[in-house]
């Protein structure tokens, strides 16, 4: 079953505009990550925000987890064309099967130049 | 320079015969795992191993078959391909179970 659901699946903007994407999850979780994957390629690792911090930055990104709904959102400031690419959260359950970690379907970004 | 390596990236087989993907990774990583990416689903987790001789289910691992005989080698292996398993395949590996991972370039298999 997917944990995390990204939202929108599909986003489209202008060079310079900030980019959100939103994701929700079911169950109690250690952390949530966020990586990004190029067209094809594997996915890279972005930020990681555990299950007690609210909010973390990372450069142009900045990560907030709002634990009682649920659900996380990516932030990308000023975004470039070289932003261009699928955005996907990760989660890593809080127990048991904390090796299990879950990716969404993901929100395709493209930032018109 | 820290990887994952798959291999191989392209992979065109004939049902029922069998394959293995091959997968290294050089950080000395006691977590590995493989997925499968399809249209629509995102990453579906096949296997995970949480280090040496120790393998586990994920969400997909009917028609799959993983080995971790040594740390940095993590295979997977399809006895019988079936067209259904035509997908892209990533391979991943993290210092644990809960840090980030470090995924490997993928492998495309067609299945016909």
């Known amino acids: 079953s997917q944990q995390g659901e990204e939202d929108p699946q599909a986003l489209s903007i202008q060079e310079g505009e900030n980019a959100t994407m939103n994701c929700s999850y079911k169950t109690s979780i250690n952390n949530l990550q966020w990586y990004r994957q190029n067209s094809g390629r594997g996915l890279v690792h972005l930020i990681l925000i555990r299950s007690n911090e609210r909010e973390k930055h990372s450069g142009r990104l900045r990560v907030t987890l709002d634990t009682s709904k649920k659900s996380s959102s990516l932030l990308i400031t000023a975004s470039r064309a070289a932003d261009t690419a699928s955005y996907f959260c990760a989660t890593v359950p809080n127990s048991g099967g904390y090796q299990k970690v879950t990716f969404g379907i993901g929100t395709k970004l493209q930032v018109i130049p | 320079e820290a990887q994952v390596t798959q291999n191989p990236r392209y992979l065109i087989t004939v049902t029922g015969k069998k394959l293995t993907v091959t997968c290294s990774q050089n950080m000395n990583h006691e977590y590995m795992s493989w997925y499968r990416q399809d249209p629509g689903l995102g990453l579906r987790q096949i296997y995970y191993?949480?280090?040496?001789?120790?393998?586990d289910k994920g969400d997909v691992p009917e028609g799959y078959k993983v080995s971790r005989k040594e740390k940095r080698n993590f295979p997977l292996i399809l006895e019988s391909p079936s067209p259904n398993q035509t997908s892209l395949y990533f391979c991943?590996?993290?210092?644990?179970?809960?840090?980030?991972?470090?995924f490997g370039n993928g492998t495309r298999l067609t299945v016909t």
């Open positions: 991943a590996s993290s210092l644990q179970g809960r840090t980030p991972l470090h």
């Open positions: 191993s949480m280090n040496v001789e120790v393998t």
